[in-house]
């Protein structure tokens, strides 16, 4: 696929982000099943049920847009999901786990806005009104979201992990 339009660019970048919040998806799945922290593990499983919200959003952009929803393999994301695994890999104590995990989701999080906010002045560029409110829904949900992990991670006891 060459991209030579606003709207070829937009059909890549939707692609992305529709196979990145698939991949989120099942990243917060583990994320809650690893972390032992009740209100953090709660957090993860709060999103994972806005990402299948998201996602069906994303269904209607496509629909919308006048293409069937397709995947674009979203190496950002990928690789992301590769440093966590690598991180788990290394067997950390469980309090260090439970912040990692808060910190990895925070990453995701910064990724999703830049998408979102890249994708919505492109459906704007192109009428695509709803589409564009239904983006910008998803941008405000992982605004939220990131700052509800942004406390947390404020709130966390950092007393429970050595220093050194």
Avoid: W
């Amino acid at each position: 696929m060459t991209i030579d339009t606003i709207h070829d660019m937009f059909e890549h970048h939707l692609e992305d982000i529709y196979h990145a919040e698939h991949q989120l998806l099942d990243a917060l799945e583990e994320l809650e099943s690893n972390t032992e922290r009740e209100e953090i593990a709660q957090t993860f499983s709060e999103h994972r049920e806005e990402t299948k919200d998201q996602i069906d959003r994303l269904e209607q952009v496509f629909d919308e847009f006048g293409e069937p929803p397709e995947k674009e393999e979203c190496e950002g994301v990928k690789g992301l999901v590769e440093e966590y695994e690598e991180f788990t890999e290394m067997d950390p104590d469980q309090d260090i786990l439970d912040y990692h995990n808060m910190t990895a989701a925070e990453k995701t999080e910064h990724y999703e806005i830049a998408a979102y906010g890249n994708l919505i002045p492109l459906a704007d560029r192109l009428g695509l009104d709803e589409a564009a409110d239904l983006l910008e829904e998803n941008l405000r949900e992982e605004q939220d979201a990131l700052e509800e992990l942004k406390e947390l991670t404020e709130q966390f006891d950092m007393d429970a992990i050595p220093a050194q």
